[in-house]
Structures are given as structure tokens and as C-alpha cells.
């Protein structure tokens, strides 16, 4: 005779998601691209009758959303006054990148050491991929890429650690290199950057990778910086009398 002990078993079974939690998480996606994608600049007010309009959703699952999104940095709450896109300082996105210059060098040069073949494949299909939305100026599309391209680097460094000291701020490099990315020049010269450092990951030098990571990213950060500098004096001379 068959047991009959599976009769008894207890399966566990992943919870559904309910229709609200579903909602939520699809217009906080969208926000969350917006963002990145540029349609919403740092520092503009989120305005919810407008949002609620653009998504199709309630005021309450729209607020769940925007607390998400504060969460990972790239909206921030006023008093009395909602919702706008994080305005990051000069010395926070300087935090971002000595963070950035840590971590990701080290990421590299595991991943020179430690990933398959087949992830030096990858890396070199998404760099190609790269290239032609450069070429073509596809802004979303490069933003994609590049997350995917670091993606696999820090997944292909086989140190979880590294990916978990990022998380904290992971949207907020993504939002400051779409920043970059949006420069037609950076692009360029950001394009270059990157065939470097993955010519050397694919040929497994560590320091070659290390050297071409800190150089990309010291590139970037002074990129940005002086854009930064550059509205701040325009704005500045605008509020003058």
C-alpha cells in the first residue's frame, strides 16, 4: 500500500500578492524609470493630483509608492509641502563616489579573478549592445544597459557583501549616471572608459581593472561636480538683482 504520509505534508506556499500590493509596486517602477530617465529633474515637487492622474492610482497607494521610492533616496518628503526629487549636494554625491570608489574597484578585480566565461561573454555582449545606443542616443535604453553591466559585475565577483553595501544607494548611482549619460560628450568619453575596463576584466589583469574603474569613476565624479558648479553659478546670478 502507498503511504499516505504526503497526504499530511504541509506545503508552504508563497503568499499572493494582493491587488493593492501589485498597483504599488507597478507605480513605483514607473516612477522610479521617470526618474531616472530623466523626466523628473533633482529638486522638482512631485505633484499628486497630477501623478495620480498619470498612473491610475489612488492617493494612498500613490503615497506607499513615493515612501518606496524615499526609501532608496531618489524622492524626499517636505513638511507641508509633499514630495520632489532628491536634490543631492555636492558633498553627498562626493560621498557617493568615494563609496562607489571602494567597493566597485573591488568588484572588479574579483570579478577579473572570479567570473566564468561565460560572464566575460555577457559583459562584452552588453558593452557591444552599449555602444549602439550610443550611437544612436537611446537614453533609456543605455540606462538599462549600464545597470545590467553592473549588475553582472557584482554579481560575477561572487562577494555578496559588496552588493549589500551598495543597496542602500544603488538608485541614486543610477539617477546620477543617467545625469551623466545625458551629455552627448560624457557619453563618448564614458563609452571609451568602459571599453577599457572591460578589456581588462575579459583579460582577467586585476590591477588593469582596478586602475580603469578608479579612473572611470574619478571621470564621472568631476564630471558632474562641475555641471553642478556650473548651475549653481547660474542660478546664483539669475536670483541676483
Known amino acids: 500500500m502507498p503511504s499516505s504520509?504526503?497526504?499530511?505534508?504541509v506545503t508552504a506556499l508563497k503568499p499572493i500578492p494582493s491587488v493593492e500590493e501589485t498597483l504599488r509596486s507597478r507605480v513605483q517602477r514607473e516612477l522610479r524609470?521617470?526618474?531616472?530617465?530623466?523626466?523628473?529633474?533633482?529638486?522638482?515637487?512631485?505633484v499628486e493630483r497630477e501623478l495620480c492622474e498619470q498612473t491610475g492610482a489612488s492617493r494612498s497607494i500613490l503615497r506607499e509608492a513615493?515612501?518606496?521610492?524615499?526609501?532608496?533616496?531618489?524622492v524626499e518628503c517636505e513638511s507641508y509641502r509633499g514630495y520632489r526629487v532628491t536634490l543631492l549636494s555636492a558633498r553627498k554625491v562626493r560621498e557617493i563616489f568615494e563609496l562607489r570608489s571602494s567597493l566597485e574597484t573591488q568588484a572588479a578585480e574579483l570579478f577579473a579573478e572570479r567570473a566564468s566565461e561565460s560572464e566575460l561573454s555577457e559583459l562584452q555582449a552588453l558593452l557591444?549592445?552599449?555602444?549602439?545606443?550610443?550611437?544612436?542616443?537611446?537614453?533609456?535604453?543605455?540606462?538599462?544597459?549600464?545597470?545590467?553591466?553592473?549588475?553582472?559585475?557584482?554579481?560575477?565577483?561572487?562577494n555578496e557583501e559588496v552588493r549589500r553595501a551598495l543597496s542602500n544607494v544603488i538608485d541614486?548611482?543610477?539617477?546620477l549616471r543617467g545625469r551623466l549619460m545625458s551629455d552627448p560628450k560624457r557619453r563618448e568619453v564614458s563609452?571609451?572608459?568602459?571599453?577599457?575596463?572591460?578589456a581588462a576584466l575579459v583579460a582577467r589583469d586585476r590591477l588593469a581593472a582596478r586602475a580603469a574603474c578608479l579612473a572611470h569613476l574619478a571621470a564621472a565624479r568631476d564630471t558632474l561636480l562641475d555641471s553642478m558648479a556650473l548651475e549653481s553659478g547660474i542660478s546664483d546670478s539669475k536670483a541676483m538683482p
Not at 549592445?129 to 561572487?158: I, N, P, Q, T, W
Not at 563609452?191 to 577599457?196: D, G, N, P
Open 5 to 9: 504520509q504526503h497526504d499530511n505534508r
Open 33 to 46: 524609470c521617470a526618474i531616472l530617465d530623466g523626466r523628473y529633474v533633482a529638486g522638482q515637487k512631485l
Open 66 to 74: 513615493l515612501a518606496g521610492l524615499e526609501v532608496s533616496g531618489l
Open 128 to 158: 557591444l549592445s552599449l555602444e549602439h545606443c550610443v550611437a544612436s542616443g537611446d537614453l533609456a535604453s543605455m540606462r538599462k544597459l549600464k545597470e545590467d553591466y553592473y549588475e553582472l559585475l557584482f554579481s560575477g565577483c561572487r
Open 172 to 175: 541614486r548611482i543610477h539617477y
Open 191 to 198: 563609452l571609451a572608459e568602459m571599453r577599457r575596463l572591460t
